[in-house]
């Protein structure tokens, strides 16, 4: 983990989503699922988690944390990178991705890491972004099932408060998980990044509990 300071170099509307390009040291880049946290100078007594959707020259691209008022030039504080990501075996070849309850914005910088190791991939997600890889197949939530069935490695987002929704929409599918690499991201207020260990993040994982800001916020679908 590092500290050091970054720059709002612009911010970017497509698809309906808002995204942030940041300049920042190579050290502070988060890989996708890892987050670094930013304060940005304001009277905002928190830092906000930026997640990794893509790669950008001399930083990365980041969802745009909801009440942001930043602007082009914007200085910024960063700690990171934070957490535990994803992890995309070299062997798997289909690749399912899977935005449960939100938009599919911090699964995206997994797409470029699928199609560098000739991974077909599909997105599931409503609605979907327009402006993905031609190689990026794109089918609603109702087909998770269908999805899972052919994926060998599938990654989930979904808040916290829809875990128990998400068990209930998969269903027997859970079977089928078990059978193959399927990890997800866990939204949480995480804004300690770990230091503090406040435990608004905690998460319950059968009989204990861990915290998204540290030992996730991506976890194995087993354990969860």
Same mark, same amino acid.
């Given at each position: 983990m590092r500290t050091g300071k970054g720059q709002v170099l612009e911010l970017i509307l497509e698809d309906g989503y808002r995204y942030v390009r940041v300049v920042c040291p190579p050290g502070l880049v988060p890989?996708?699922? *890892?987050?670094v946290l930013a304060s940005d100078g304001s009277e905002s007594p928190l830092p906000l988690p930026l997640f990794h959707t893509?790669?950008?020259?001399?930083?990365?691209?980041?969802? #745009?944390? *909801? /009440? #942001?008022t930043w602007s082009p030039g914007h200085a910024l504080q960063l700690r990171g990178p934070l957490g535990r990501g994803f992890?995309?075996?070299?062997?798997?070849?289909? #690749? /399912?991705?899977v935005a449960f309850d939100d938009s599919p914005v911090r699964l995206i910088g997994l797409i470029r890491q699928a199609l560098q190791q000739d991974a077909a991939v599909v997105l599931v997600c409503d609605p979907a972004p327009d402006k993905l890889p031609n190689d990026v197949e794109v089918q609603p939530l109702s087909a998770?099932?269908?999805?899972?069935?052919?994926?060998?490695? +599938? +990654?989930?987002? #979904? +808040?916290?408060? $829809?875990?128990?929704?998400? /068990?209930?929409?998969?269903?027997?599918? $859970?079977?089928?998980?078990?059978?193959?690499?399927? *990890?997800?991201?866990?939204?949480?207020?995480?804004?300690?990044?770990g230091v503090g260990e406040c435990g608004v993040c905690a998460v319950t994982l059968g009989p204990d509990w861990r915290l998204a800001c540290k030992d996730g916020p991506v976890f194995d679908w087993r354990d969860v």
């Open positions: 890989a996708p699922g *890892q987050y893509d790669l950008a020259p001399r930083g990365f691209l980041a969802a #745009v944390p *909801q /009440g #942001v992890t995309l075996p070299l062997s798997v070849r289909r #690749v /399912g991705l998770i099932k269908e999805i899972l069935e052919w994926a060998d490695y +599938a +990654a989930f987002d #979904v +808040a916290r408060e $829809n875990l128990s929704r998400l /068990g209930e929409t998969l269903g027997k599918q $859970n079977q089928v998980t078990a059978g193959i690499g399927t *990890q997800v991201l866990i939204r949480t207020p995480i804004p300690c990044g």
